[in-house]
């Protein structure tokens, strides 16, 4: 079957679907999007999060043919994603003279998120040292950005509880912490 | 695999009427692990997403009506003064994502005896509204689990909402597992007061073949509390009730061993959880009573 979804932004054409076939199979098989990360194809571990019409889910326990004409947001669209949401709440007034003159025709690359930037969020994980193997990472972003989109105050309780559904093995979680302790600072300086 | 996406539930009733082996798939947090797994390949999958109604809740005089499709999180954020046991119950479902997800038509559909709302629709009192092209019907929650992983649906019938009472007292869910998220209980255990009617009712999860109710626990509870004059007077559970109605939740419980855990430590996880679950519940009661009384 054939599904017509949005991811990123953009329009999505994926032919030859399987019926049974999950929207992680689809974003990373059929239209080149590996940032979801493909592990436990049961949710337990979280790596293939994205966002289903803005809300957290596991992309391997949702069928393809279900995403149809619904709206996807993958890791590899978060910094756009993240940079839209902050001109919408009215952060960014217009595009400075400098920033014009450096304006390059980067983003024609977007879809695998090269090129486009970092989110908060990405950038706080490198900072903090929260990235080890780097499997875990996909799935913990989407999640952290998600809580701190809704709850921009976490409590330490709050966050372990938002990131309950993503498992890490090497971390021990402590940088994870770390990291979104600092988004959250970072968000709340308006840095 | 043919993939069925009605766009009403009229649809989707002429299409579970046309191929009854179709597999409904709402949250999918059950039916794509199967998939996935290549345990099951379905003739059709039936995808319930675009008939909206199954996402919404009425609040009415005495009971919920909560569409089979409602997510736990909703359930969370906007239930837990109507439903506190479910919503509590909820609350250990998996973990956030699997909340945003899945609801209580999937749990019942499901009908593992490890589902966390059931024994949350047992102690509260619930109907499951089904319906097919022949016509809609309600099932009590008692008659709806028919055995492991079995229930009372005909195979064109689908699970439009479930109508659960309303709280009119304190109720109390718990859960045993090996850490707080993304659990599947070793054994569960839901209770609720019910100061109108005077009574009790209980749900165990996870320690018999299906859902059940501590029937036996419930009659030796809702005498021994009428006896001692307790739901006016107020006073403290006497200790040896509340380890009598323990002994009797544990009896209630016909549990195997497993990956999970052991029948014995099944049957005494659920004694625990029963007596702590009636001490939380009825402390909260004394609570309230001397708060009206106060008021008075």
């Known amino acids: 079957m054939r599904v017509n979804f949005t991811v990123n932004g953009r329009p999505q054409e994926a032919d030859d679907v ?10 990373r098989e059929r239209l080149g999007l590996p940032g979801s990360k493909n592990a436990c194809e049961q949710g337990e571990c979280g790596s293939c999060t994205v966002r289903l019409d803005g809300v957290p889910v596991c992309s391997c326990l949702v069928a393809a043919g279900q995403a149809e004409g619904r709206d996807v947001v993958t890791v590899e669209g978060l910094a756009d994603f993240a940079r839209q949401r902050s001109c919408g709440t009215g952060a960014c007034g217009g595009t400075s003279l400098d920033e014009a003159r450096q304006w390059q025709a980067e983003g024609t690359d977007s879809q695998t998120g090269e090129g486009s930037g970092l989110s908060p969020i990405q950038q706080a994980f490198i900072d903090a040292g929260a990235v080890q193997c780097g499997f875990c990472t996909p799935g913990l972003l989407v999640a952290a ?6 709850n921009p105050n976490p409590t330490d309780a709050d966050i372990r509880e938002a990131l309950s559904g993503n498992l890490c093995r090497c971390t021990g979680y402590e940088k ?16 | 695999m043919d993939f069925l996406r009605p766009a009403s539930w009229e649809e989707a009733l ?11 798939i709402a949250g999918g947090t059950d039916v794509m692990v199967e998939i996935n797994f290549d345990h099951r390949r379905p003739e059709y999958l039936m995808d319930l997403n675009r008939i909206g109604d199954l996402t919404e809740w009425e609040v009415g005089e005495d009971t919920v009506r909560l569409g ?4 736990y999180t909703k359930i969370m954020e906007n239930l837990r003064a109507e439903l506190p046991g479910l919503a509590l119950a909820s609350h250990t479902v998996a973990s956030p994502q699997i909340r945003n997800r899945g609801g209580v038509g999937g749990n019942l559909g499901t009908a593992s005896p490890a589902g966390d709302a059931h024994p949350a629709l047992l102690a509260a009192g619930a109907e499951v509204e089904v319906e097919s092209v022949r016509g809609s019907r309600r099932i009590p929650i008692d008659e709806f689990y028919r055995g492991v992983k079995r229930n009372a649906l005909a195979p064109d019938e689908l699970i439009r909402a479930v109508h659960v009472k309303k709280a009119d007292g304190p109720q109390q869910f718990s859960k045993v597992g090996t850490r707080n998220a993304m659990v599947i209980a070793v054994c569960a255990f839901g209770l609720a007061l019910h100061p109108e009617t005077r009574t009790v009712r209980t749900g165990i999860g996870s320690a018999a073949p299906t859902p059940v109710r501590a029937k036996a626990a419930e009659e030796f ?22 380890k009598r109605f323990a002994d009797l939740c544990s009896a209630a419980c016909n549990p195997i061993d497993d990956v999970r855990g052991t029948a014995s430590y099944r049957r005494h996880a659920v004694g625990v959880m029963a007596r702590r679950t009636l001490t939380w519940t009825w402390e909260s ?6 708060a009206s009384e106060g008021a008075a």
């Open chain 1, 176 to 191: 994870i912490m770390d990291a979104v302790r600092l988004a959250a600072a970072r968000q709340s300086e308006g840095v």
């Open chain 1, 18 to 27: 399987w019926e049974g076939e999950s929207l992680l199979y689809v974003l």
């Open chain 2, 14 to 24: 002429a299409a579970k009427a046309e191929h009854p082996t179709a597999v409904p």
């Open chain 1, 145 to 150: 950005d998600e809580m701190l989109e809704r």
């Open chain 2, 221 to 242: 509870l809702n005498a021994a509390l009428d006896e001692g004059g307790f739901w006016d007077n107020g006073k403290i559970i006497t200790p040896s009730v509340a």
């Open chain 2, 68 to 71: 089979a499709s409602v997510p």
């Open chain 2, 285 to 290: 009661y004394r609570g309230t009573r001397r």
